[in-house]
C-alpha cells in the first residue's frame, strides 16, 4: 500500500508550470526479466467529479518484482493526458515503461 501512495504522490506532482515541462521525457524502458503477469480485471465506476480521468490499473515494475497498482481516478495535469504502462520485448528481453502524464 505504501507504494501505491507513494507512486500515487508522485503522479500527483507531475504537473508543472510550463507545456515543455508537463510534456517532456517519458520514463525510461527498462529491461525486466519476465513480462508482467496478465492484468487484474477491475470496475470501473462513475467518476467522483467533473473533470477526472480513469487511470487503469497497471503492473510496475519495483526493480525486484512485479506491483500491481489499482486503477484509480484523478485529475491530469492541465494539457496532459496519461499514457498507460507499456510492456514489450527487444532483442535482450522483456521490456517496461511506467505510466506516465504526457502530451503525446
Not at 11 to 29: E, H, K, N, Y
Request: proline share 12%.
Amino acid at each position: 500500500m505504501r507504494l501505491v501512495a507513494l507512486l500515487l504522490g508522485a503522479l500527483i506532482t507531475t504537473g508543472c508550470s510550463t507545456a515543455s515541462d508537463r510534456c517532456g521525457a517519458r520514463p525510461p524502458v527498462l529491461g525486466v526479466p519476465t513480462p508482467p503477469p496478465a492484468p487484474h480485471e477491475e470496475i470501473v465506476t462513475a467518476a467522483p467529479a467533473e473533470g477526472m480521468s480513469w487511470v487503469g490499473g497497471e503492473w510496475h515494475w519495483d526493480g525486484v518484482r512485479w506491483v500491481w497498482v489499482p486503477g484509480h481516478w484523478i485529475t491530469p495535469p492541465s494539457g496532459t493526458r496519461w499514457i498507460p504502462a507499456s510492456y514489450g520485448r527487444d532483442g535482450g528481453g522483456p521490456t517496461f515503461r511506467a505510466g506516465s502524464f504526457g502530451c503525446e
